[in-house]
């Protein structure tokens, strides 16, 4: 397999996660994502991934899986253990909502993608576009530590072991980090991030800071 991926990508580090967690080494390719030149928007790149985004995996048998989410399920299917969606319905679905709130709701407003819109379409400064990702982290945020605070049940984000709900948590609780945030604001995210950045798979493939 072949993962292409950026180290300052937050959904290429829960990828990286993912297959620490699951003891699995893949072929790697660096592939830009910073700038107008970013090699996610050449058309060599598109023509493996024609969303130019990271991460992306590439199996054995030449098939191309985009979208963390949906790579991470497959790793879970290929090395079912340790398992990272929990057994019980409820809790997979629980899991999943979480994982979904940080990907749909916050990530997907705060890429180089959207920052290089707001440039060209309103002129957005480096200011503007910092206020931009901090209004969405801190909304997107809130909502989560709603939902830690109504179903959280155990050490993790859902249960006793690391799941999805904690692979998306751990980057974006980083990235609010860097934006300025006291991850004290959110008690439950806060105790979750704690506990998981004392685990290698975690602290080992957290997203890279921006150069």
């Not at 993608?113 to 440039?119: C, F, K, M, P, Q």
């Not at 105790?191 to 150069?211: G, I, Q, Y």
Request: hydrophobic share 45%.
């Amino acid at each position: 397999m072949k993962l292409y991926l950026n180290e300052v990508s937050s959904a290429a580090s829960r990828v990286r996660i993912a297959l620490a967690l699951k003891g699995l080494s893949v072929e790697t390719q660096q592939i830009g994502i910073l700038g107008l030149e970013a090699e996610s928007r050449k058309s060599d790149y598109r023509r493996i991934n024609p969303l130019g985004l990271v991460p992306a995996l590439e199996t054995d048998d030449g098939l191309l899986i985009t979208q963390s989410l949906a790579i991470i399920e497959y790793l879970d299917e290929l090395r079912p253990d340790p398992a990272l969606l929990p057994t019980a319905p409820v809790e997979r679905a629980l899991a999943r909502s979480i994982a979904l709130s940080i990907a749909s709701e916050i990530h997907a407003l705060l890429t180089p993608r959207v920052a290089l819109h707001l440039t060209d379409a309103f002129n957005a400064d480096s200011q503007s576009t910092t206020a931009w990702n901090r209004h969405w982290v801190g909304v997107g945020l809130d909502a989560v530590e709603r939902l830690l605070h109504q179903n959280r049940r155990s050490v993790f984000a859902i249960n006793s072991i690391p799941t999805v709900a904690d692979i998306f948590l751990y980057p974006q609780a980083i990235g609010a980090k860097r934006l300025g945030f006291d991850l004290g604001r959110w008690p439950n995210i806060s105790d979750v991030f704690s506990r998981l950045e004392t685990l290698p798979a975690f602290a080992e493939n957290a997203p890279a800071p921006r150069k």
